[in-house]
């Protein structure tokens, strides 16, 4: 088969797969947004108290042993 027949052959298939494509309203773009951000807002605030609390027991349990 030579590259112009599969050249073609790719274009028709793309064609055909990117007609089944189907694009977000707006509203729903928006609401995804949305939930994205609140998400990450949620696991950096999680992370971030995790954060505290694991050094504040590294240096609890250093000054511990340490004295």
Known sequence: M?????????????????SKVTFPSWDEVVNTTIVVLVASFVFAAFLWISD?????LYQSIFK???T
Not at 3 to 15: G, H, I, L, S, V
């Open 2 to 18: 030579s590259w112009w027949t599969r050249a073609r052959t790719f274009w028709t298939e793309t064609k055909a797969e990117m």
């Open 52 to 56: 505290l609390v694991i050094n504040w």
């Open 64 to 66: 511990f042993f340490s």
